[in-house]
């Protein structure tokens, strides 16, 4: 996969969608990495029309795709039962807590999906142009 | 893999901000301290395997067709449509 960046545009050759020319502002640079996608630091967030409201989240690599989808468009009912009740209230203080933030959820392509899960959510701040993919874990915490 | 040990109460750093403490040593558990700064993330390993495995589930490696969108997707496609 090839990669040259051109003023204010970065093109990825994308192994799914081809040759694409991204706005640098659209590129995500993620400093932790994505786990299991170990190497791949940069991601750029595309939007194409048939699938839309999906973003694809694409390496500058061109070679991993996820599909992603905005919290905001996300329904509590579309939520599992875990994800309702214990990640949504972490990850609005995570957004509360960080100005300029968005959050996205990896979905599974999958038409047998009936549930989303709020588990690993990928948190942006869009002013930065840094993301993350938290772990909404519960760790009890206790000060010494 | 660095392999050391340590009774209750004692600890390690890592780096010089993190330390981990044993706090208590039961039969089938070790109970671990972990002072570290905030942006630190704490996870637990079969919690990453877990993410790790997903995401990696989650990759598309060819354009997918509608058929493969989720029923989730497609309503948000057709807000309207019953």
Redesign the interface.
């Known amino acids: 996969m090839t990669m040259s960046n051109v003023s204010n545009t970065t093109m990825i050759d994308s192994r799914v969608f081809g040759p694409m020319g991204i706005e640098n502002t659209k590129i995500i640079h993620f400093p932790k990495g994505v786990p299991g996608l170990d190497s791949e630091r940069n991601f750029a967030f595309v939007c194409i029309e048939e699938y839309q409201p999906l973003v694809w989240m694409i390496s500058q690599s061109g070679l991993y795709h996820l599909p992603v989808i905005p919290l905001t468009l996300i329904d509590s009912e579309d939520l599992d039962e875990e994800s309702r009740e214990d990640y949504y209230p972490q990850l609005m203080q995570i957004l509360n807590d960080n100005p300029n933030t968005a959050a996205y959820v990896i979905l599974k392509l999958n038409p047998s999906i009936k549930h989303i899960s709020l588990k690993a959510p990928i948190v942006v701040d869009v002013e930065l142009l840094r993301g993350e993919q938290y772990i909404l874990d519960y760790i009890t915490m206790q000060s010494t | 893999m660095l392999v050391l040990s340590r009774k209750e109460g004692e600890g390690i750093y890592l780096n010089d901000n993190i330390k981990i403490t044993i706090v208590e040593i039961g039969r089938n558990q070790i109970k671990l ?1 972990i ?1 570290a700064p905030r942006d630190v ?4 390993d079969e ?2 395997d877990r ?14 067709n509608s ?7 497609k ?3 057709s807000p309207n449509e019953p």
Do not use: H, Q, Y
């Open positions: 301290g002072d993330s704490i996870v637990r919690i990453m993410v790790k495995f997903e995401n990696r589930e989650s990759l598309a490696d060819t354009k997918p058929v493969d969108l989720p029923d989730i997707l309503k948000l496609k």
